[in-house]
């Protein structure tokens, strides 16, 4: 079974219309991240969170919200989704243990389209 | 800030020729430093990685050396695959937290 889980895998929705995604880990890690990637420019950080009661803006966090309502869940909202949010999503996580060197380890992603 | 430039893609290469990917970065302290690569329809993995200058992280043949002197950390393979037909990103973490991305190159490999 995969260790970080996304739903959905795909979604395509309207301009205006409220959105979540959803990521769950089984890795037992305590930081979890939001990510996008647009072709040409790489990942962009949209929110992490440290801790469940510890959530941080990343470089792009307008137009998103986020809640991590366990240590293993952490989900995304587009309160109000626009076109430009199309894009895929990622979530990810990360151990704080010493020695660990903040390695990644990734979803599948989600293939968001606004209409 | 903290920033990792790669080289553009697409690279397109033929089977069995040798593969460099170029990466510097711009950061302060000692960062550590990562090649994730992203196949087709999955998320990022982790490739390899080096914690420290000189150090070289290797995995599945293929190679990177953390060069402080240059602030480089180029990926290199003897040998491509057709399987190895993905997207590779550089990237850098400092400060324990935050992981800065490059903006991926594709690589193409043709049979």
């Known amino acids: 079974d995969a260790d970080v889980t996304q739903t959905p895998r795909n979604r395509i929705t309207k301009t205006g219309k409220r959105i979540m995604l959803e990521c769950s880990q089984t890795?037992?890690?305590?930081?979890m991240y939001w990510y996008r990637q647009d072709p040409g420019l790489g990942l962009r950080l949209i929110y992490y969170?440290?801790?469940?009661?510890?959530?941080n803006k990343g470089e792009i966090s307008d137009g998103y919200s986020v809640s991590r309502q366990a240590q293993a869940k952490f989900s995304l909202s587009l309160e109000s989704a626009i076109p430009n949010q199309t894009a895929l999503y990622f979530c990810?996580?990360?151990?704080?243990?010493?020695?660990?060197?903040?390695?990644?380890?990734f979803g599948p992603g989600t293939r968001l389209t606004v209409l | 800030g903290n920033s990792v430039t790669q080289m553009e893609g697409p690279v397109t290469l033929s089977e069995e020729a040798f593969l460099t990917i170029n990466c510097t970065y711009t950061?302060?302290?000692?960062?550590?430093l990562f090649w994730y690569v992203q196949y087709p329809g999955e998320g990022l993995q982790l490739l390899l990685k080096?914690?420290?200058?000189?150090d070289k992280g290797s995995n599945k043949g293929f190679e990177a050396t953390y060069r402080k002197e240059t602030t480089s950390f180029h990926l290199e393979k003897g040998s491509v695959q057709v399987s190895d037909s993905a997207v590779y990103f550089c990237?850098?973490?400092?400060?324990?937290?935050?992981?800065?991305f490059g903006a991926g190159t594709r690589l193409f490999v043709k049979a």
């Open positions: 990810a996580t990360s151990d704080s243990a010493e020695g660990t060197y903040n390695e990644q380890f």
């Open positions: 890795k037992g890690h305590d930081r």
């Open positions: 969170s440290f801790d469940v009661k510890d959530i």
């Open positions: 950061a302060t302290g000692y960062p550590s």
């Open positions: 080096a914690t420290k200058a000189d």
């Open positions: 990237a850098l973490s400092s400060g324990g937290f935050k992981t800065i």
